[in-house]
């Protein structure tokens, strides 16, 4: 059983920045890549960022592109997620997710551990 819990959600104004953290705990020792997605109300969950075991690699979509950027520190078993510049189409509740498998997914599926969630609301 892997635990995913995510913080450093909240509100902040348009231009701003948040750093979001997600821990791992139980048996992390079977996660390889992790990532994060994001859900809006009444749309559909969206792929956000991934990163590799290592860090080497990272991914992320257009959308956030050069503002938001995906770090771990496989020592503290937890997963980063710095956002800045944020815009109020950024609000939404963003999901830590892990897998099993190597190198980084862009699709849902692909993930076996996912978090409860935390909100991020942007202000205009």
């Known amino acids: 059983q892997v635990q995913l819990v995510e913080s450093g959600g909240g509100l902040v104004q348009a231009g701003g920045s948040l750093r979001l953290s997600c821990a791992a705990s139980?048996?992390?020792?079977?996660?390889?890549?992790m990532g994060w997605f994001r859900q809006a109300p009444g749309k559909e969950r969206e792929f956000v960022a991934a990163?590799?075991?290592?860090?080497?690699?990272?991914d992320y979509p257009e959308s956030v592109k050069g503002r938001f950027t995906i770090s771990r520190d496989n020592g503290k078993k937890t997963v980063y997620l710095q956002m800045n510049s944020l815009k109020p189409e950024d609000t939404a509740v963003y999901y830590c997710v892990g897998r099993s498998g190597r190198g980084t997914a862009t699709e849902r599926a692909l993930y076996d551990y996912w978090g409860q969630g935390t909100q991020v609301t942007v202000s205009s």
């Open positions: 139980g048996r992390s020792f079977s996660i390889n890549s």
């Open positions: 990163i590799t075991w290592l860090g080497i690699r990272a």
